[in-house]
């Protein structure tokens, strides 16, 4: 596997520069806010469990994650099901540079690609294919959707998840504290 430096496509609404911002102006170390945060997933642990043994297989599965970084979701994953073995890829160096370091940190084996999951080659090998908070990042949603079916081993799952800032609320908060946002997601598709 070679890794090949992104693209910016027609249609993203971002580009490796933007995460390499994003990523980069983030804290380095978990805060008392992270920590409360993860207390107050357990329904996201729940539902995550689920989905890992939908496969009714005990034993180890390759999960790869497209968009992994900061590497949040791949230790999660871990600490739910830490028999699995782990994959991520992204296309900010950035990003990258942050979750490998992330997972280094905490002892959490894993393969972390830099690449573009439009063009990136791997195998179809995975049993699992997730991305939280990628798709809202692309004009065309079902072209990313097929990105993720492009490693899927033969019956393996796809699992996704947008948020939804399109409620009203929350909506008018984007617009008033960050309205850069606006910018940078697909609202159509957060229903």
Same mark, same amino acid.
């Given at each position: 596997?070679?890794?090949?430096?992104?693209?910016? /496509?027609?249609?993203?609404?971002?580009?490796?520069? /933007?995460?390499?911002?994003?990523?980069?102006?983030?804290?380095?170390?978990?805060?008392?806010?992270?920590?409360?945060?993860? =207390?107050?997933?357990? =329904?996201?642990? #729940?539902?995550?469990?689920?989905?890992?043994?939908?496969?009714?297989?005990?034993?180890?599965?390759?999960?790869?994650?497209? $968009?992994?970084?900061?590497?949040?979701?791949?230790? #999660?994953?871990?600490?739910?099901?830490?028999?699995?073995?782990?994959?991520?890829?992204?296309?900010?160096?950035?990003?990258?540079?942050?979750?490998?370091?992330?997972?280094?940190? =905490?002892?959490?084996?894993?393969?972390?690609? /830099?690449?573009?999951?439009?063009?990136?080659?791997?195998?179809?090998?995975?049993?699992?294919?997730?991305?939280? $908070?990628?798709?809202?990042?692309?004009?065309?949603?079902?072209? *990313?959707? /097929?990105?993720?079916?492009?490693?899927?081993?033969?019956?393996?799952?796809?699992?996704?998840? *947008?948020?939804?800032?399109?409620?009203?609320? *929350?909506?008018?908060?984007?617009?008033?504290? *960050?309205?850069?946002?606006?910018?940078?997601?697909?609202?159509?598709?957060?229903?």
């Amino acid at each position: 596997m070679v890794e090949q430096e992104p693209k910016y /496509h027609k249609g993203d609404l971002t580009d490796p520069d /933007h995460w390499d911002t994003v990523w980069s102006m983030l804290p380095r170390s978990d805060s008392v806010m992270a920590w409360i945060r993860h =207390k107050w997933q357990w =329904k996201l642990n #729940r539902f995550l469990c689920r989905q890992l043994d939908a496969l009714g297989k005990r034993d180890s599965i390759d999960v790869l994650e497209l $968009g992994c970084a900061p590497g949040t979701m791949l230790e #999660r994953i871990y600490r739910l099901r830490p028999q699995h073995r782990l994959h991520g890829i992204d296309f900010s160096i950035d990003g990258i540079e942050m979750c490998r370091a992330r997972l280094k940190a =905490k002892r959490i084996p894993a393969t972390v690609y /830099h690449g573009d999951i439009r063009t990136i080659e791997l195998p179809p090998i995975y049993q699992m294919i997730v991305s939280f $908070g990628l798709l809202e990042h692309f004009q065309d949603p079902i072209e *990313v959707l /097929h990105c993720h079916c492009r490693f899927l081993a033969p019956g393996g799952i796809v699992l996704v998840t *947008v948020p939804n800032f399109a409620v009203p609320i *929350v909506h008018t908060w984007i617009k008033l504290t *960050v309205p850069e946002i606006l910018q940078t997601h697909n609202f159509a598709i957060m229903t």
